[in-house]
């Protein structure tokens, strides 16, 4: 991801739980309780403001995320927390974005295919963006001033950047795991990737709807 000045490789898996489902006679889209959050991301020297050694970030779910077309979120609000791995150098609530102002990337889905990992099936697909903005850095103590300045944040749409390898499964309630079945009825197979979710069939199977 490109975030301003800053270029991080998320390096470490990011688990998204999202259940979507008819509550109060409404099709509603619900995460866990706090929403997701990565595993610490080390950013490397050369990339890190002032050339910082232990600086890493954690990339979390900022507020709710609503439901859109194809069963998907029309967007993915983050925050990215930053951390001095050596001490409290940035404190502990030093964020780019915030649950009132986070960076909204649009789940743009492409090159969907079907395949088989570990006896699971999952849909290998890939998230671009390039249409977001990126928030001022807040509570990063003195060198909130400085973080904004080296990262050039706060940072508008069109200098950003977003390119994200995702593995999607899908579940139902009452049929378990139905990943093959769902990607069949939009015409995602082992043999064939879509270019985009748009391009999709219309869903034939109640199971995988």
Known sequence: MKLGGLTQKITTPIT??????????KLQIRTPDGGFSSAPIAVPKESAPLGLDGLQVRVQQAG???????????????????????GGLF???????????PISLTPNLSNLSLKNMNGAWVIPAKITDSAF???AATDCGILTG??????????????????????IRVKNYLFGQVTDAFAKDRGITATKVLP???SAKVPSSPIAS
């Open 16 to 25: 998204v739980p999202v259940a979507v489902g008819v509550h109060e006679w």
């Open 64 to 86: 709710r995320i609503s439901l859109g077309k194809y069963v998907l979120p029309d967007s993915i609000p983050l925050k990215v927390k930053t951390e001095y791995a050596k």
């Open 91 to 101: 404190g502990d609530n030093c964020y780019i974005g915030t649950d009132a102002a």
């Open 133 to 135: 903005s990126v928030p």
């Open 146 to 167: 400085a973080m904004n300045t080296l990262v050039g944040l706060p940072s508008p749409s069109g200098a950003n950047h977003a390119d994200i390898d995702v593995v």
């Open 196 to 198: 985009s979710l748009k």
